[in-house]
């Protein structure tokens, strides 16, 4: 049996950066995985007509930006000029395509570790599988490098001959013959495979053929739990919180787990703070003696929204519905002006960046 090549990435890994939390492939969604707890993600880069490596999933631009046709035709100049927030929800509009640099930057100031799944446009296998790894050795220079990993043989083996250092990965949406030759073959380190054809076995024959597996994009917990006994090396997922991917795993037998296995506490600044909010936030409880609902629900006290967005400590009265509990729009907050001192209304700069 061959020895493992070295493995220094956790057990969760963020599909398209946390695309459901944020606009998929974007910075913001990077963002939203850390706060959750993410330490990797995965994410789909593609190449513009010019040779810039960037991120994208799909082959054209239409689902998530509002550009139109195929991504591979077009120049960066005219890619980084397009909207890939706005489609997921009005606070992410403005938000841009990230190139790989830009990327790289992020991951260097966060810590945040990669998978960069190569996804070729029409007929660019192999030109993208050897500039994403020229481009992408540069970047991650003396950090931990990215894991690459594709559907597409042809760019794996471009990769390999323009960076064979870069650990890749095969992907597979099912284990047809000879997948364990085609992974060798082309010098990976891993399989990334569709939960839905692995199990105990596959992972076993993996093992013994030195490679390691992950699998996407597992969404359920009791998948969860049948991958992590079987011996998986890794899930790819869209799962949001750091607790509930840990209880998905804290089951009895072989794949029980302690908290926080696979990922660290994410550093306090990337903690949730609208969570923290919605945990401080005054309730009231009815008692069977008080007066009726209307007319309490009237009188004026003072109560503390500690943690409210960007840190500020303001005061409002139960009468008022704060924005995070009641919702925007439904319930206007209304302020007692000889409590507030100083504290303003905006959300501050670490807020609105999901910081
Ligand atoms: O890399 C695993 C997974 O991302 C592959 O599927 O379509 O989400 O890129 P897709
Ligand atoms: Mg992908």
């Not at 880069?45 to 689902?63: G, K, M, Y």
């Not at 960069?116 to 970047?139: D, F, I, M, N, W």
């Not at 919180?241 to 696979?262: E, F, I, K």
Request: overall charge positive.
């Amino acid at each position: 049996m061959p020895p493992p090549a070295p493995w220094p990435y956790p057990f969760w890994i963020a599909h398209r950066g946390a695309g459901k939390l944020a606009p998929e492939n974007t910075l913001a969604a990077f963002r939203a995985g850390q706060a959750r707890g993410y330490r990797m993600a995965e994410c789909d880069v593609t190449l513009s007509a010019d040779e810039q490596p960037f991120l994208l999933h799909d082959a054209t631009l239409d689902r998530t930006t509002d550009g139109h046709g195929l991504a591979a035709g077009q120049s960066w100049a005219t890619l980084a000029d397009l909207d890939a927030g706005a489609w997921h929800g009005p606070r992410f509009r403005g938000e841009r395509l990230p190139t790989l640099a830009s990327l790289a930057e992020h991951a260097r100031h966060s810590g945040l570790l990669l998978n960069l799944e190569l996804k070729p446009g029409p007929g660019q296998a192999a030109r993208t599988g050897a500039v994403v790894a020229r481009v992408a050795a540069g970047l991650w220079a003396g950090l931990t490098p990215p894991l690459l990993s594709s559907f597409e043989t042809a760019s794996l083996a471009a990769a390999r001959d323009a960076v064979e250092a870069l650990p890749r990965a095969l992907l597979l949406e099912r284990l047809a013959t000879g997948w364990r030759e085609a992974a060798c073959g082309l010098g990976c380190i891993a399989i990334v495979v569709h939960h839905g054809a692995l199990d105990a076995d596959a992972i076993r024959q993996a093992h013994e053929a030195g490679l390691r597996v992950l699998s996407y994009t597992v969404n359920g917990a009791a998948e969860a739990r049948r991958l992590r006994a079987a011996g998986i090396d890794g899930l790819i997922t869209d799962a949001s919180t750091a607790s509930r991917r840990t209880r998905w795993l804290n089951t009895r037998g072989p794949g029980r787990v302690q908290a926080g296995d696979g990922q660290r506490h994410p550093p306090r600044q990337h903690r949730d703070r609208s969570r923290i909010h919605e945990r401080n936030a005054p309730r009231w409880k009815p008692s069977a003696s008080a007066a009726p609902r209307r007319r309490r629900t009237r009188r004026r006290s003072a109560v503390s929204h500690r943690a409210a967005p960007g840190g500020a400590r303001r005061m409002a009265t139960r009468v008022d519905r704060c924005r995070l509990c009641a919702g925007a729009g439904r319930a206007p907050l209304r302020r007692d002006p000889q409590r507030q001192r100083g504290a303003g209304p905006g959300r501050s700069a670490g807020a609105a960046t999901g910081r």
